[in-house]
């Protein structure tokens, strides 16, 4: 084990993957030369060469698309977004193209490709650099996402996001890349669909995802002040998800709260909830709550940006309310 | 658009041609063998049969959804993906029929996937719109305008990353030109001397709007701006398409980058089954100009036998042939299986390990309901 920073590790990854495999390439805005917007990408121009390493012009929809067609004879692009908030001008070619080649080919045509870079807000970006991307991709069968909240996840599961068959969207998080944590040495994959229990607690079930994962541990931590042991379950993985992992913490705490930092339309949040509802009824003792993002595009202002964030408060009330408690 | 009829002569859709005077050149055949010249007849007779019998089928409601048909433009079809290599890729829109059998995809497998049976090149899954076959060389059949575009660079870098010689050809219609991935993909094409050609179909109109509606500039002043070199053919002479193709694709393969051919054509039916062949954006004169004045069929056909290379009796025979190939293509695809529902789920996902669940409608990944979803 060795300390390393979020942004490390996911270098890490991609330097494990590439060292193993020729086919694995990375491209996007600013990868090479710069070292990454983010500096994820540091020395790996040097390490692999601009052939493998690769800066792209400012073309989201005809990088992204050109790393798919690169997928279907079989390469393994890692494509980079600077933020998920550009990938929408490139969700064509990922919902179109890469979530549906494998069926309308009829199995003749696997995209192994890696859409990453971070989503959701970092500090005071505004409306157009400040969302989370989740729905749009697990809107779409055919596309996996994982959402590494530390270190470790990051190399474990970028690297398992590198060796799948299938299209994995990566989403990192710009608050993230500082945070440091035990990483495993050498060879580390974490299998996708595998949720993690980052707290254990019997009293109320937190279940979260991606950087709102350090928020419920937070809010778990102000709760333990008061007596109240929650569970903080990260589920690493949307897609798959790992049900079983989450109809456990159900059945233990029977009080849910689903934590995200995403919108509440149609939201991630919205999907586990009618999940629950369908599968664990009987074992819920009040009705799931969840705390997400402000239903409103993000605003600037540094008060009104932090009304529209979950908070570990926001989270702290909602466990009060699924405990028939009143707010704190 | 709405030129008199005399003038169409030398005009495909309302361009002028430049090239060599096919009737006062017997020569326009040099280069052929006799055989040469019959089989590419024979192709383009095969993909008009074809076609013919694909209208046929849907109007008795054999094939449903959309289909779009390449009538008026099989010379693009034979004059461009004749002259490549096996292992060469062809990568394109939606007009795609008469392209995927030119590249290698039986009629029999494109029939039955239009009817959408298991036989099918995409196992019914894809239709129309959707041919695949990746042992051929022929990487689809893509729906939205322009979406095939940058994916066809993407091919082209695969090529080039792993340093082979191939080509890829990555047709679209003209009015795909106007979509942004084309530009894009033009430009990175350019940046990084990938080995494809874009060839855009050009029949003057996406569906019912003129080019000339949606453009100041000419077609060629599109490529420019990225530095791609533009080419104009005529498409509806398939000798001079695939003289042209042979040349530029061998330039390709030896490292010449990227390039953009402008292939003037004309569609002789509708945008798709369900629209008319002319109406409120093109005349009937106009429509009945180009059939019997811009035939590649017969343009070749009559070049052919006044060289005294094809008699009539020739002709009926590869005729017969063609259609017979149509019809076998039509019953094989009648008498083929629908897919199985056991299969509904199949090729969603090409990995699925033991955690997690991909599906939350209760039925994916449930064996014999509609699973599993295992490619």
Redesign the interface.
């Known amino acids: 084990m060795a300390e390393m920073t979020y942004r490390d590790a996911l270098n890490a990854a991609m330097c494990q993957e590439m060292d193993r495999d020729d086919s694995v ?1 990375l491209m996007g805005e600013e990868v090479a030369e710069y070292d990454g917007a983010y500096k994820v990408s540091r020395g790996m121009l040097e390490r692999y060469g601009d ?1 493998r390493v690769v800066d ?2 400012i ?1 989201e ?15 393994r692009p890692i494509c980079e977004f600077m933020t998920f908030n550009f990938s929408i001008l490139a969700l ?2 990922v919902i ?2 890469a979530a549906k ?10 995209v ?1 490709i890696v859409f990453r870079g971070p989503t959701g807000a970092a500090l005071q970006l505004s409306a157009q650099h400040s969302q989370a991307c989740e729905t749009y991709y697990v809107h779409a ?2 596309v ?1 996402l994982v959402t590494p909240a530390t270190p470790a996840d990051a190399k474990g599961l970028l690297a398992a996001a590198i060796r ?3 299209p994995v969207a990566v989403m990192e998080g710009e608050l993230l890349y500082n945070v440091r944590g035990e990483v495993p040495d050498g060879e580390y994959i974490i ?4 949720a993690d229990l980052k707290r254990s607690g019997d009293d109320v079930s937190i279940v979260t995802h991606g950087k709102m994962v350090h928020v419920a541990l937070q809010a778990a931590g102000l709760l333990a002040r008061e007596g109240i042991e929650a569970e903080v379950l990260d589920l690493r ?1 949307i ?5 079983d992992a989450i109809l456990e913490t159900v059945a233990r705490t029977n009080r849910v709260v689903y934590l995200e930092e995403g919108w509440p339309f149609a939201g991630v949040g919205a ?1 586990i909830v ?2 629950i509802q ?1 599968e664990a009824f009987d074992d819920l003792d009040a009705p799931v709550v969840r705390v997400t993002q402000a239903d409103i595009p993000m605003p600037y202002a540094k008060n009104l940006e932090q009304l529209a964030k979950p908070s570990a408060k926001s989270v702290v009330n909602a466990c009060r309310q699924v405990l028939y408690l009143p707010a704190a | 658009m709405a030129q008199a009829i005399g003038e169409m002569e030398a005009k495909v859709n309302g361009t002028e041609l430049s090239t060599a005077d096919g009737e006062a050149d017997a020569a326009g055949l040099e280069g052929f063998s006799r055989e040469e010249l019959h089989a590419l007849l024979a192709d383009m007779l095969l993909y008009r049969r074809f076609e013919e019998k694909a209208e046929e089928a849907y109007a008795i409601g054999k094939i449903g959804g959309f289909c779009h048909l390449h009538i008026g433009q099989e010379g693009l079809a034979a004059g461009a993906i004749k002259p490549l290599r096996g292992d060469d890729l062809v ?1 394109t829109a939606y007009r795609e029929h008469t392209q995927a059998i030119a590249k290698g995809i039986t009629p029999r497998a494109a029939m039955a996937e239009l009817y959408g049976r298991t036989t ?7 239709g129309s719109m ?1 041919l ?3 042992s051929v060389g022929f ?6 305008v322009g ?1 095939q ?11 080039r ?1 792993r340093g082979g010689d191939q080509v890829c050809v990555c047709f679209m219609g003209d009015a795909a030109v106007n979509q ?2 084309f530009l ?2 033009l ?2 094409s350019a ?1 990084w001397r990938l080995p494809v050609i874009y060839v855009v179909e050009n029949n003057g109109y996406g569906m019912g709007t003129a080019f000339s509606r949606v453009s100041v500039t000419d077609m060629e002043a599109r490529s420019g701006a990225c530095g791609v070199p533009a080419h104009t053919i005529n498409g509806q002479d398939v000798l001079e398409t695939y003289r042209f193709f042979e040349d530029l694709a061998a330039k390709v393969r030896a490292g010449a980058g990227p390039q953009f051919v402008n292939a003037l054509t004309y569609r002789f039916r509708g945008h798709s089954m369900s629209d008319p062949v002319s109406g409120t954006y093109r005349s009937k004169e106009e429509v009945e100009a180009h059939i019997t004045q811009q035939d590649p069929i017969t343009i070749l056909r009559d070049r052919m036998m006044e060289a005294g290379l094809l008699t009539q009796e020739e002709l009926e025979a590869i005729d017969a042939g063609a259609r017979s190939i149509s019809d076998d293509a039509a019953d094989f695809a009648d008498a083929s299986p629908v897919p199985d529902p056991s299969t509904l789920y ?8 033991e ?6 409608d ?1 039925r994916g990944e449930r064996p014999g309901d509609g699973g599993p979803a295992n ?1």
């Not at chain 2, 575009?149 to 090529?159: D, E």
């Not at chain 2, 955690?355 to 939350?360: A, D, E, I, N, P």
Request: glycine letters at 20%; aromatic letters at 8%.
């Open positions: 390439f052939q792209s012009p073309s929809l005809g990088f992204a698309g050109l790393c798919v067609g690169a997928a279907m004879t079989g390469l064509d070619q179109n193209s080649m494998l069926y309308m080919s009829n199995g003749q045509i696997p192994p069968p055919g996996k799948d068959d299938d299998p996708l669909g595998v993985s897609r798959p998800l790992d049900v999907q009618s999940m369908d | 990568i099918g090149c995409s196992g019914g899954r894809g959707h695949f076959d990746t990487m689809g059949g893509h729906g939205i979406g575009i940058p994916l066809g660079a993407g091919l082209g870098w695969a090529i990353y942004g991935a894009e993909s430009n990175m940046i199949d090729h969603v996902y090409a990995e699925i390990n955690h997690g669940r991909l599906f939350l209760g490619g």
